[in-house]
């Protein structure tokens, strides 16, 4: 009589059959569900992305955009105010950024992968995600230096080399030649350098505060003071300037770094140099150049705390000194911009 059924040993062989299946199997059937998520993540950025643009187009049927406008995502939802019209779930955490051209960056992940483009790029990059998730920085295209910690995006000038003197040309709209400059700050927590020109916007002469912007009487009474605010010359300044498409307009407040004025100036283009930022600098030949014919000087927006009637400037032998905020007949105006050293 036959006795049905397996022995022990084919029963062994079996098992050990299908440990080896299941050893070939399961990685194969995990790196399919790996990459179906992926897949299936990367549909979901391609999603903001588009959806990035939509908000781009509905804005140029409102007069457009005036800056770039970021949006975050943490925990799957979108915080603060921005918020993008997505269909389907959000990433885990992430930024989207829609500059004010239609370009589109992102830097989204999901607790598995990480997804970014930068706004030069048409294609995502995905990598697995290991704790952070960043943009992609290069440097910024509208300027060009011979510098390498102005063109590293990630490496930042010292001190010791701003003031002897980096050169930056700045292509400041489309329509002009490069402009010169020289670095007066480079801020790594904000990713922004501040610039001052190497010589004055143009070669007029023109008061920090005039009595008819003052509001006290007419040119030659000398009744303006400080407590106002280098109107006059900012006036001069921001009309110069406007035109300076490629360096983002601010709405800022300017406090005087010698405590005698609050002002507010709205979508300029740039500033004047202070006070407290000329003398951090030890005056330096490349700060005062170009002076050597009218203007012969230039003005700090500093207010002297002393005298009334008094501002401080930088003049042709790089002395810094007060005069009568009046003088309309020795003295420009010389930008300060301030930009991102890199773009994402």
């Known amino acids: 009589m036959k006795k049905k059924g397996f022995t022990l040993i084919e029963l062994l062989a079996v098992i050990v059959i299908l440990a080896i299946i299941a050893l070939i199997a399961v990685p ?11 897949s299936a993540f990367e549909d979901t950025a ?38 993008l019209d997505v269909k389907g779930s959000l990433p885990t955490n992430g930024k989207i950024t829609v500059t004010k051209d239609g370009k589109v960056a ?10 970014t483009k930068a706004t030069s790029e048409s294609a995502i990059t995905t990598v697995k995600y290991e ?34 003197g980096i050169a930056v040309n700045v292509k400041v709209n ?71 498409t490629n360096i983002p307009a601010k709405t800022y407040t300017l406090a005087d770094d010698q405590g005698k004025y609050t002002i507010g100036r709205t979508d300029v283009r740039a500033r004047m140099l202070t006070k407290t930022e000329a003398l951090s600098l030890g005056c330096p030949v490349w700060l005062y150049e170009n002076l050597s014919n009218p203007p012969y000087g230039f003005w700090l927006s ?4 002393i005298i009334a009637y008094g501002a401080w400037f930088v003049d042709s ?18 930008p300060v911009i301030e930009i991102s050293k890199s773009i994402i």
């Open 46 to 83: 391609y999603g903001l992305i588009d959806a990035g643009e939509m908000y781009y187009a509905s804005s140029l049927l409102e007069n457009g955009m005036t800056s770039d406008v970021e949006f975050t995502i943490e925990d799957g939802k979108f915080v603060g105010e921005n918020k």
């Open 317 to 334: 032998g790089g002395l810094v000194d007060s005069v009568f905020v009046t003088y309309g007949f020795h003295c420009g105006v010389r």
């Open 302 to 305: 500093s207010a002297d705390a």
């Open 174 to 244: 489309e329509k002009e030649e490069a402009k010169t400059f020289y670095v007066v700050k480079d801020d790594a927590t904000t990713n922004t350098l501040t610039l001052i020109m190497d010589r004055n916007v143009d070669e007029e002469t023109v008061a920090w505060i005039s009595e008819k912007d003052y509001g006290c009487g007419e040119a030659g009474t000398e009744c303006s003071t400080n407590e106002k605010g280098p109107i006059t010359a900012l006036n001069y300044l921001e009309s110069k300037t406007s035109s300076w």
């Open 131 to 164: 704790g952070s998730c960043e943009y992609k920085k290069a440097a910024n295209p509208i300027i060009t230096s011979t510098e390498a910690c102005i063109t590293n995006a990630n490496e930042t000038c010292s001190e010791d080399a701003i003031k002897a």
């Open 106 to 115: 992102i830097a989204v992940n999901n607790g598995a992968h990480c997804v």
């Open 28 to 38: 194969v059937i995990m790196n399919i569900i790996s990459s179906a998520r992926e």
